[in-house]
């Protein structure tokens, strides 16, 4: 099935530093999600994209849909303690209810 | 907030025995899905509804069944549980209205021994 690559696996930040994670596709997809997953939790849903070229915030979050329409980005700016955790990107093709997801980042951040 | 809640929260199984998870929701959302949570795979469709009977497989759908009988419930059922599906595993809904924006429950951790 579809595959959604996700990079870097993991990351080990300090405290106030600025974070960048991406998502590449070898395909299309018209939609592009970023969720957070706390341990023992469910992915919470942080920013949705459904144009290419879109770049959307949310706090001190920013994404972009990739203007080809195969690839998304994560920005933190001035991480804090509590952004640890695996960020998922996800994205869906052509008029699917469906989702793939991307295998996650994992960040930790050191105060 | 999506309403959602999941049960049981943990459970642990023997090979061979089955198993049925239930994901409840409150307010007569559409679309319901399962996933599988594993290291190293991230999140993988199981199986999903998009109405009360109506049902289709995902990526990783052997060894499970659904049913969705009334629009609050989707059960996932393992007929005969295998050490391979020990798992966290979450259910999801799209909120009516919003196009492809899913939010997820809680989660259960499934221990197939």
């Known amino acids: 099935g579809q595959q959604l690559n996700q990079s870097p696996q993991s990351m080990f930040i300090q405290e106030g530093e600025d974070v960048s994670m991406n998502c590449t596709s070898s395909?299309?997809?018209?939609?592009w999600l970023w969720y957070k997953q706390d341990p023992g939790e469910g992915p919470v849903l942080l920013i949705a994209?459904?144009?290419?070229?879109e770049l959307t915030s949310n706090g001190r979050l920013t994404a972009q849909f990739g203007i080809t329409r195969k690839d998304s980005f994560l920005n933190i700016s001035a991480s804090i303690p509590s952004d640890v955790g695996i960020y998922f990107c996800?994205?869906?093709?052509?008029?699917?209810?469906?989702?793939?997801f991307g295998k996650g980042t994992k960040l930790t951040v050191n105060p | 907030d999506a309403g959602i809640t999941q049960s049981p929260r943990h459970k642990v199984t023997e090979t061979g025995t089955p198993v049925t998870l239930r994901c409840h929701q409150t307010?007569?959302?559409?679309?319901m899905y399962w996933y599988r949570q594993d290291p190293g795979h991230g999140l993988r469709l199981i199986h999903y509804?998009?109405?009360?009977?109506?049902?289709d497989k995902g990526e990783v759908s052997d060894g499970y069944s659904v049913s969705r009988s009334k629009t609050e419930d989707f059960l996932l059922t393992l007929e005969s549980a295998t050490s391979s599906q020990t798992s966290v595993y979450f259910c999801?809904?799209?909120?009516?209205?919003?196009?492809?924006?899913?939010?997820f429950g809680p989660g259960t951790r499934l221990t197939v021994l």
């Open positions: 999801a809904i799209i909120l009516s209205g919003v196009y492809n924006e899913q939010f």
């Open positions: 509804s998009y109405g009360v009977k109506d049902t």
């Open positions: 395909s299309i997809f018209n939609t």
């Open positions: 994209l459904y144009k290419a070229g």
């Open positions: 307010e007569n959302h559409r679309y």
């Open positions: 996800a994205g869906s093709q052509g008029g699917s209810e469906k989702l793939v």
